[in-house]
C-alpha cells in the first residue's frame, strides 16, 4: 500500500503557511483547524519547510512570549524529510521513526499533494490488522 492510499483515503486538502507568517498567526490556524503542523511554501509554491507545534513550544522555551511576534522562517524545519505518494506505508513509518517526525510532506511530481501524519500511518495499519483478524475469524469458522 502506497502513501498515495492514505492520501485518497484522507484527503489532500494541506494547511500552508508563508515564511513570513508570525509564529502567532501559525499558532491560532493549528488550534482552529485542529492540527500538528503546516508546511511552508515560497511564493512559487515549493515546499521549505515545516512548522509545528513543538517548533513553537521551543521557540517559546528560548525567546520567550517575543518569540510569536518572530517569522516562521527562523524557526522552521529546513531539511524536513518529505514522501512521494508512490512511497509504502512502511517507507513513510520507517522515515517517521529514524527522523522523530510526525509529519511528512507529500509530493507529486515534484509539487506538494498532501501531508501524512503519525496518526494515519498508525490508522492505517490499524485497519489493515482489523481487516486480517477478520479474514482469519472467517476463515477459522468457515474451514
Do not use: F, W
Not at 500552508?16 to 509564529?23: E, V
Not at 490556524?29 to 519547510?49: C, D, F, Q, T
Not at 518569540?67 to 512511497?87: F, G, P, S, Y
Amino acid at each position: 500500500m502506497s502513501v498515495g492510499r492514505i492520501l485518497a483515503m484522507k484527503g489532500v486538502d494541506v494547511y500552508t503557511a508563508t515564511p513570513d507568517q508570525t509564529l502567532q498567526d501559525v499558532a491560532a490556524e493549528l488550534v482552529e483547524k485542529g492540527i500538528g503542523a503546516l508546511v511552508v511554501l515560497n511564493p512559487s509554491g515549493e515546499v521549505v519547510g515545516l512548522i509545528g507545534e513543538r517548533d513553537i513550544v521551543s521557540a517559546v522555551a528560548r525567546h520567550g512570549a517575543a518569540a510569536l511576534q518572530q517569522e516562521v522562517a527562523c524557526h522552521m524545519q529546513t531539511n524536513c524529510r518529505m514522501a512521494n505518494e508512490h512511497d509504502s506505508i512502511d517507507e513513510a513509518s520507517d522515515t517517521m521513526t529514524e527522523e522523530r517526525c510526525r509529519h511528512l510532506p507529500v509530493l507529486s511530481n515534484g509539487r506538494l499533494a498532501g501531508i501524512v501524519s503519525i496518526g494515519d500511518v498508525v490508522k492505517y495499519r490499524i485497519e489493515t490488522i482489523e481487516a486480517e483478524r477478520l479474514a482469519l475469524r472467517h476463515y477459522i469458522a468457515t474451514a
